[in-house]
């Protein structure tokens, strides 16, 4: 999609969807689930560059004065506005299910492997465990897919173990990595791409103002003036 998009200087790389291909993990494996973010940010980039254009139409038209030019270009600007944060809002919350669902997928076997009886004599193991002989403990678990030890100690709130979340979240991922590669790529870009949507999709707005001309408060203060006067003269 973004080949077909060309660089425009005038709005922030920030919002061009080859962002989305920055990401670690993009590939033929993961494009479908990371279409949609693509999408916002191609509305967003091709929006900015069409107001771009139309500020530039708008001001070659010598029968306009400054005002009436800054009115026309800030409501198609407006018009615009709300249709690229709904795309983003979209792909945000579209992401955020299909993270719970995913997460879901990988933590309930683990949890259900975590509750029996033997997971817990081998939890009361670890935790009077040295922490560097816990860790290596449950590395070595991990890489020889000890599935039983793995799953009691990561399926459980980690105290249990002598771990704390931090390191827990750590092994977690790793053996999800090795056991289900496919399912943690694509929470792994999942969650990327709900970040970059979180850190990059404000920029929309300051990218207006500067498309429309950096003047949103006077374009607001020409269309009070002129619904002031569209109303008085309703009432001639």
Do not use: C
Not at 29 to 54: I, N
Not at 168 to 177: K, P, T
């Amino acid at each position: 999609m973004s080949d077909d998009i060309n660089i425009d200087i005038r709005v922030t790389p920030a919002l061009h969807p080859r962002v989305v291909e920055e990401i670690e993990g993009w590939g033929d494996d993961t494009k479908t689930v990371l279409a949609e973010t693509q999408t916002a940010f191609s509305t967003a980039y091709e929006t900015l560059r069409k107001v771009h254009d139309t500020r530039e139409v708008v001001n070659a038209n010598p029968g306009w004065n400054d005002d009436q030019k800054l009115l026309q270009v800030d409501n198609f600007a407006k018009k615009h506005l709300a249709a690229v944060t709904k795309t983003f809002d979209t792909a945000r919350a579209n992401l955020t299910k299909g993270i719970d669902f995913l997460e879901g997928q990988l933590a309930e076997p683990v949890q259900v492997k975590a509750a029996t009886a033997i997971a817990g004599q081998i939890r009361d193991f670890a935790r009077n465990l040295p922490d560097g002989k816990r860790h290596e403990f449950l590395r070595e678990a991990i890489r020889d897919d000890d599935h039983e030890t793995v799953t009691a100690l990561l399926g459980a709130p980690p105290y249990l173990s002598g771990l704390n979340r931090e390191f827990q979240a750590v092994y977690l991922r790793l053996y999800h990595e090795r056991n289900s590669p496919g399912v943690a790529k694509r929470l792994q870009v999942m969650r990327a791409a709900k970040e970059l949507i979180e850190s990059n999709a404000g920029k929309v707005f300051t990218e207006m103002e500067k498309a429309i001309g950096g003047k949103g408060a006077k374009a607001n203060m020409v269309r009070k003036a002129q619904e002031a006067a569209e109303k008085a003269l309703g009432g001639v």
